[in-house]
Nanobody, 120 residues
Framework: QLQLVESGGGLVQAGGSLRLSCAAS????????MGWHRQAPGKQRELVAA???????IYRDSVKGRLTISRDNAKNTVTLQMNNLKPEDTDVYHC??????????????WGQGTQVTVSS
């Protein structure tokens, strides 16, 4: 069964760093884009950063210069290095992968989420 398992969230003071990791496991034919989204209670999930299979990246304006997304295609993992964190970065962060289990049909898959809390 396919799973996206996240790790690395936690509590950190403003200005500190965290590193989020996400590993896709199970039957996987191919993985296209991977990314991280954030979601506060009662709000819509929003994109933080995404990376294509070839390594092209996009970032939310508020995190540019502070967060870096990377991936390891051989290990089916995506990582979000979070530096100079701010209290407004506090949220639940979800890993996302657009992948095909069998053949070319691509679907969205999500991790369970990991809490990031930044204290002032």
């Amino acid at each position: 069964q396919l799973q996206l398992v996240e790790s690395g969230g936690g509590l950190v003071q403003a200005g500190g760093s965290l590193r989020l990791s996400c590993a896709a496991s199970g039957t996987i034919f191919s993985i296209n884009d991977m990314g991280w989204h954030r979601q506060a209670p009662g709000k819509q999930r929003e994109l933080v950063a995404a990376i294509t299979r070839s390594g092209s990246t996009i970032y939310r304006d508020s995190v540019k210069g502070r967060l870096t997304i990377s991936r390891d295609n051989a290990k089916n993992t995506v990582t979000l290095q979070m530096n100079n964190l701010k209290p407004e970065d506090t949220d639940v962060y979800h890993c996302n992968a657009k992948l095909a289990v069998v053949g070319p049909i691509v679907n969205d898959y999500w991790g369970q989420g990991t809490q990031v809390t930044v204290s002032s």
